[in-house]
């Protein structure tokens, strides 16, 4: 939709109406990474694409508590096991990955705007620095920190030819994609060098430790899982590992017996024998990055697949990058109704 049109679309109010009535029984579900204050060292090696301002986040939630009601996961859980029913236009907030920012800037904000969330913890990460290789690489390179000899120590360890220095963001990606390509058992070696080289990284560490996972659950947040390595399903070795060892570890940490049911898969990359797997395990969610509204319909059959929706801030911001809610509207409202 073109910006002028969206806006009074929006300001109209003609979109939130059309919402109001299309959306009533779908549920949203939205996902965010990092929250990070404005000032945070944190910024210098972070992923804009995966992290938002506080000031964005708030500006998020004020728009959700204008459009929806949000709903915790075990109101899902409940009309989708039990066929209670939701509140029109239900919202789910999830976060990926177990960044110890949502902790210190997410929850309190969440708490303020009364609105439950979801987290997914990558268990092999808890009360490390940082998320994983691929972080701790695009962090080294944002603070240009990898240098000529660093990439030749890689290049050596991996056993393959890698470019020689880091110009350019396509080199990066040249450097990230091959990498990815490498067999993890390849790869491992690798991870251990880049997460070494990333300990001065500004602002560590980054990822929620087992005390701040006990204490974000009293802000009304859930907890799933997201793996253990962080790295995707469909590439690992043992996809059945990774979902069944998230969970004990979660299990253990949380020193709770109730199953978790919910997993995120890392990456977004999924598929029909990850999701059978994950059912044979136990869980009984899904949330995916399909783009696309929920439908429910609150029968107790198969593992519920999920649609979200990622928020990203510069896709959604005004030039002074402030959110401009048409923007964020026309995302939202107008999405796909898919059967869950
Ligand atoms: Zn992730």
């Not at 997410?106 to 987290?119: C, G, M, N």
Request: net charge negative; with cysteine.
């Amino acid at each position: 939709m073109k910006h002028s049109l969206r806006k009074l679309a929006y300001i109209s109010g003609l979109l939130p109406f059309y919402h109001g009535i299309r959306n009533q029984r779908a549920l949203t579900v939205v996902l965010f990474h990092r929250v990070l204050p404005e000032d945070a060292p944190e910024w210098q090696a972070a992923d804009p694409e995966w992290t938002v301002t506080t000031s964005f986040f708030e500006s998020c939630l004020k728009f959700f508590r204008s459009h929806y009601n949000g709903v915790s996961f075990s109101q899902v859980m409940a009309n989708h096991l039990d066929g209670e029913a939701l509140p029109p236009n239900p919202l789910l907030i999830t976060f990926d990955d177990g960044w110890n920012c949502n902790l210190r800037h997410a929850a309190p904000l969440l708490r303020k705007y009364h609105l439950p969330a979801l987290l997914f913890v990558t268990t092999g990460a808890v009360g490390k620095h940082i998320l994983s290789w691929q972080e701790a690489l695009f962090a080294l390179w944002k603070t240009r920190t990898l240098d000529e000899e660093h990439l030749q120590s890689l290049s050596k360890k991996a056993g393959i030819k890698l470019p020689a220095s880091l110009k350019s963001e396509q080199d990066f990606e040249q450097l990230l994609t091959l990498l990815q390509e490498l067999p993890v058992a390849r790869r491992r070696p690798l991870d251990d060098l880049l997460m070494d080289w990333s300990m001065d990284l500004p602002g560590l560490p980054y990822m929620l430790n087992e005390n701040e996972l006990m204490e974000i659950q009293d802000h009304g947040i859930s907890l799933g899982t997201h793996g253990v390595s962080h790295d995707a399903f469909v590439q690992t070795d043992s996809p059945h590992d990774e979902l069944h060892l998230s969970w004990k570890d979660l299990c253990r940490i949380t020193g709770n017996s109730t199953p978790v049911q919910c997993f995120s898969p890392p990456q977004g990359q999924y598929n029909k024998n990850i999701l059978e797997i994950a059912e044979n395990l136990g869980y009984v969610c899904a949330c995916t990055s399909k783009t696309a509204l929920n439908a429910l319909n609150g029968r107790n059959t198969g593992i519920l697949d999920l649609g979200r929706i990622n928020i990203e801030q510069p896709a959604l911001s005004d030039q002074n990058g402030k959110l401009d809610p048409s923007r964020l509207a026309s995302l939202l409202f107008r999405q796909p109704i898919l059967a869950a």
